[in-house]
């Protein structure tokens, strides 16, 4: 049996997953935390009263194998870190850490001999949508980035969109794409640049998270697209980071490193 702590639970995703981890039968949800639960108990959120809810991060001290993150971008760190010392061992979902800030997690989940999972994107179409881009890159050299998101979203680019460039910067070289003397006459208006590629970000009403890469070449072009149209197709992915997670040694960043 894992038991598992879903922090960031009162949001979109964070109920999904803790439906998800009460579904799963060798999984057991030990514990909830969200600021905005603070005062609260399990019976305020029709959870069961072996549920420990938290509101303060400080105040968590259930014993739990895995902390499942769904915050926001500028508590995670915090969060994960707490969550490591305590003896958890972290799946991330929230986008917006550094590269630092990862490398000092590596750091301090060796130090407790855990092992941990980052991962931008849990649904499985994102996850081909990346591997598929960077086979394309190879010959295809020119792409550009179109990520299409809620507008709730609280970060842009969205952390798919960024690993995704990473990915293909692998084999494609940096290189500044369109016109030589190219003018932006509405500033912004070419998106963020990422070595030259550019990375675009829409929010709109009605999506929930959707990718596209295009790429060209003379006379010919190529677009590989992903949607997630519900966040239940999250949870397959979450599912199996939280199990694969109990064997990992290190920090390992994108779900495509455990399938």
Same mark, same amino acid.
């Given at each position: 049996?894992?038991?598992?702590?879903?922090?960031?639970?009162?949001?979109?995703?964070?109920?999904?997953?803790?439906?998800?981890?009460?579904?799963?039968?060798?999984?057991?949800?030990?514990?909830?935390?969200?600021?905005?639960?603070?005062?609260?108990?399990?019976?305020?959120?029709?959870?069961?009263?072996?549920?420990?809810?938290?509101?303060?991060?400080?105040?968590?001290?259930?014993?739990?194998?895995?902390?499942?993150?769904?915050?926001?971008?500028?508590?995670?760190?915090?969060?994960?870190?707490?969550?490591?010392?305590?003896?958890?061992?972290?799946?991330?979902?929230?986008? &917006?850490?550094?590269?630092?800030?990862?490398?000092?997690?590596?750091?301090?989940?060796?130090?407790?001999?855990?092992?941990?999972?980052?991962?931008?994107?849990?649904?499985?179409?994102?996850?081909?949508?990346?591997?598929?881009?960077?086979?394309?890159? @190879?010959?295809?050299?020119? @792409?550009?980035?179109?990520?299409?998101?809620?507008?709730?979203?609280?970060?842009?680019?969205?952390?798919?969109?960024?690993?995704?460039?990473?990915?293909?910067?692998?084999?494609?070289?940096? =290189?500044?794409?369109? @016109?030589?003397?190219?003018?932006?006459?509405?500033?912004?208006?070419?998106? &963020?640049?990422?070595?030259?590629?550019?990375?675009?970000?829409?929010?709109?009403?009605?999506?929930?998270? =959707?990718?596209?890469?295009?790429? &060209? @070449?003379? &006379?010919?072009?190529?677009?590989?697209?992903?949607?997630?149209?519900?966040?239940?197709?999250?949870?397959?992915?979450?599912?199996?980071?939280?199990?694969?997670?109990? +064997?990992?040694?290190?920090?390992?960043?994108?779900?495509? +490193?455990?399938?």
């Amino acid at each position: 049996m894992i038991k598992v702590v879903v922090a960031g639970f009162t949001g979109e995703m964070g109920q999904n997953t803790v439906k998800m981890v009460q579904n799963t039968s060798d999984f057991e949800l030990v514990g909830v935390f969200a600021p905005s639960a603070k005062g609260k108990s399990a019976a305020d959120y029709d959870l069961p009263e072996t549920t420990s809810v938290y509101g303060e991060l400080q105040a968590i001290d259930c014993e739990a194998d895995v902390w499942i993150d769904f915050t926001l971008p500028d508590f995670v760190y915090q969060n994960v870190a707490y969550a490591i010392e305590q003896g958890m061992r972290p799946v991330v979902g929230t986008t &917006g850490l550094t590269a630092e800030q990862i490398t000092k997690l590596n750091e301090l989940i060796q130090t407790n001999g855990l092992g941990g999972l980052i991962a931008p994107n849990f649904g499985m179409s994102a996850v081909l949508l990346m591997k598929f881009a960077r086979e394309a890159a @190879a010959y295809f050299p020119d @792409a550009e980035i179109i990520e299409m998101h809620h507008p709730n979203k609280k970060d842009a680019p969205s952390g798919t969109a960024i690993k995704t460039a990473e990915m293909i910067s692998q084999v494609r070289q940096p =290189h500044t794409q369109g @016109a030589e003397q190219e003018k932006e006459t509405l500033p912004g208006s070419r998106g &963020g640049d990422y070595e030259g590629m550019k990375i675009h970000s829409v929010r709109l009403p009605g999506y929930v998270a =959707h990718e596209q890469v295009l790429f &060209g @070449a003379p &006379g010919e072009a190529l677009t590989i697209r992903q949607d997630s149209f519900d966040r239940q197709s999250f949870m397959t992915g979450v599912r199996l980071a939280v199990k694969e997670v109990m +064997n990992l040694t290190e920090l390992t960043v994108g779900l495509e +490193n455990i399938l």
